[in-house]
């Protein structure tokens, strides 16, 4: 029994065989020895079930490369196509690719160059599909348009040539690197660029890395380059390995389990603040919840669940009712919940056990950003919720958008604008 198929990158295959005109359907169907009969989305999905099956894109596959493209790594198998470069400089450059060395299962670079593509596209990043060497139909980034002067010749080096044209070219460049060159250096891995930089231009590299490189390990860690962050550990050029608490609580805002356990395999000093835990309960990284655990490190356990609510992550809420240890919430939780419209985080909370802490600024920030379905479900939950008329009022007055829906909503529950002024400041329940 054949692997079971992953719809959303069969869909991706798909959809982006749609996108060709009918002929060039037929161009490929008739290269693989298809049957051509049929209409185009017939024709788009033989192509597609052909792929998945002939490419062993398993859902391990799936799994395996989304999270390399969720984390803006890349493909050492498909290195960039430099311009002005020797086929012998091209032959070393793919025997030393330069972009990351975390690579996926090697039957990703099988894919039709048209379908890698069109994933990548499909990320809407323009940089990465630069530094891959693909085609691309992303408009560029105002940030690369040569006519602002925002980047330098050196920049477009970084991030689409070999080292050998990264050296001329920074030779030749007056301005040199600027800022976004050496961020894309980090962020693809590119550490032979960046020892180029520390030696050649070391006034750029402390302008952008800061005084002892100083801001590197953190914007490392939060891209995920633990190669990026061996070279900065082993370069005796940097002699004082200076950081604060950026990188671990970076990587735990990133969900990058695997720079967490460089780094506390690295033997360096750990340091951490509240901010790792309430950005990964944010961000609904579990994994990263459950390394923390493992870890034996002391957790410094902020207002994660005031986090996890506002982000309406269930997940992360789940994980740290299991984890039995004891937590610090207030109001505000359901106040976030109840402002960004999860009624979903709401209802874990009424199922969860522990206690429920609010006030009236949940319907007034529910009311101010008009979530009439969450003033229903305050309603429905019988709880007794207090608000005053003022302040009903004076959020109607500031609502973000239009507060049509919600002032209907107070209306039929008979809120009384005109009530005199005992009334109108009298704190009252929903329920």
Not at 225 to 245: F, M, P, Q, S, T
């Amino acid at each position: 029994m054949g692997a079971p198929v992953s719809a959303p990158l069969h869909q991706t295959i798909r959809d982006a065989y749609l996108r060709l005109t009918h002929d060039q359907r037929v161009l490929f169907l008739s290269i693989r020895g298809l049957s051509v009969d049929g209409s185009d989305q017939v024709l788009a999905q033989r192509l597609a079930d052909h792929d998945y099956a002939c490419y062993g894109l398993s859902s391990q596959l799936n799994s395996s490369l989304t999270g390399i493209f969720n984390a803006s790594c890349t493909i050492a198998s498909l290195p960039p196509a430099p311009p002005a470069c020797s086929a012998h400089q091209r032959s070393q450059e793919r025997r030393h690719p330069t972009l990351g060395s975390k690579t996926p299962p090697r039957s990703v670079s099988q894919l039709p160059m048209e379908i890698v593509a069109d994933i990548v596209d499909h990320l809407e990043d323009w940089e990465l599909s630069k530094a891959l060497g693909l085609p691309t139909s992303l408009s560029r980034p105002a940030a690369w348009d040569p006519a602002l002067g925002r980047v330098s010749r050196t920049d477009w080096a970084i991030l689409t040539a070999p080292l050998s044209t990264v050296r001329r070219t920074c030779a030749a460049d007056d301005r040199g690197p600027t800022k976004r060159g050496s961020v894309i250096a980090v962020r693809f891995a590119r550490v032979k660029v960046l020892h180029h930089i520390l030696l050649t231009s070391p006034a750029a590299f402390e302008r952008d890395f800061g005084v002892r490189a100083k801001r590197l390990p953190a914007l490392a860690s939060v891209h995920g380059r633990v190669d990026v962050l061996e070279w900065w550990r082993g370069c005796d050029a940097i002699l004082v390995k200076d950081y604060d608490a950026e990188p671990l609580d970076s990587a735990s805002r990133a969900g990058h389990v695997h720079v967490l356990q460089w780094w506390a395999a690295s033997g360096l000093p750990l340091h951490y603040t509240e901010a790792a835990l309430e950005h990964a309960s944010a961000s609904g990284h579990v994994a990263v919840l459950d390394w923390w655990a493992r870890s034996g490190l002391p957790l410094k356990i902020g207002r994660v669940l005031d986090s996890a609510s506002a982000a309406g992550r269930t997940d992360a809420l789940e994980w740290w009712r299991r984890s039995g240890r004891e937590l610090k919430y207030g109001a505000s939780a359901l106040m976030h919940a109840s402002v960004s419209g999860h009624i979903d985080v709401l209802e874990w909370w009424a199922q969860s056990g522990l206690q429920m802490l609010f006030d009236q600024d949940a319907l007034t920030g529910a009311t101010k950003h008009n979530r009439p379905a969450v003033l229903d479900w305050w309603d429905r939950s019988g709880l007794p919720i207090p608000y005053r008329i003022c302040d009903i009022e004076e959020a109607l007055e500031d609502a973000i958008g239009n507060p049509d829906e919600v002032r209907k909503w107070w209306a039929e529950k008979g809120l009384n604008v005109h009530a005199n002024d005992a009334e109108w400041a009298r704190l009252r329940t929903l329920n």
